[in-house]
């Protein structure tokens, strides 16, 4: 697992370095999130668990964000409550918010990343690993200059199982970093033209 992480952190770094360009006063979102996750029937687990997470989000641009997001979950073994199982997801995600206007943004997500499923049952432990990919929406709607509030459902599909699960998760979301954009410079005030002496009447 600690590979797998290691691996999504530098993908993160590789993917933003070259478009962090795109955007001057790039901002970042820490997302901590509850939700529940449904899982495919044949993992043999109970149908659903609510899950926890969180996530670091880099704002590349208006349009363009990545995140890095890892969720747990304490799911029940469907033939065995007893048996302790482990749910842990680390996902890269690349996030394209849409046009719109006023504080509600929607976006579509799309991503890769691992996990590890481990039971352990009277001491004995087994580990399953897989990779995913997943895609889904969601809508994140600002309540401030810092706080934001972000719903996302995602369809996962593990690669190696061929397996499809299911979560939905709502973030409580701060915004650090950024500036405000500069104000624009006054306009110089304008010269008033002088008027050339008028000749008197002596002359």
């Known amino acids: 697992m600690q590979k ?4 999504c952190l530098l993908g993160a770094a590789a993917l933003a370095m070259p478009l962090a360009g795109m955007a001057a006063d790039a901002d970042w979102y820490v997302n901590p999130q509850l939700g529940y996750t449904v899982f495919d029937k044949e993992r043999g687990l ?17 349009d363009w964000a990545v995140e890095l997001r890892a969720l747990q979950a304490d ?16 996902h890269l995600d690349a996030i394209r918010y849409l046009p719109s206007s006023g504080k ?50 995602r369809y996962v ?10 979560i ?11 500036s405000e954009p500069a104000p624009a410079a006054e306009p110089a005030p304008k010269s008033e033209p002088v008027e050339a002496p008028k000749p008197s009447d002596s002359d």
Do not use: Q
Request: charged share 25%.
């Open 157 to 166: 599909y593990a690669t190696d199982s061929e397996l499809s699960d299911g």
């Open 4 to 7: 797998a992480i290691k691996g």
């Open 46 to 62: 109970e149908d659903e668990a609510g899950v926890a997470g969180f996530g670091i989000e880099k704002v590349l641009s208006k």
């Open 104 to 153: 509600a943004k929607p976006y579509l997500a799309f991503g890769i990343g691992h996990s590890e499923f481990e039971t352990n049952n009277n001491g004995v432990s087994n580990e399953t690993e897989e990779t995913d990919l997943n895609a889904g929406a969601g809508v994140r709607y600002i309540v401030d200059e810092n706080w934001s509030v972000r719903g996302d459902v």
């Open 75 to 90: 799911p029940d073994l469907e033939s065995n409550s007893d048996v302790d199982v482990d749910m842990l997801r680390v």
């Open 168 to 178: 939905a998760t709502l973030a409580l979301s701060y915004a650090i970093g950024g």
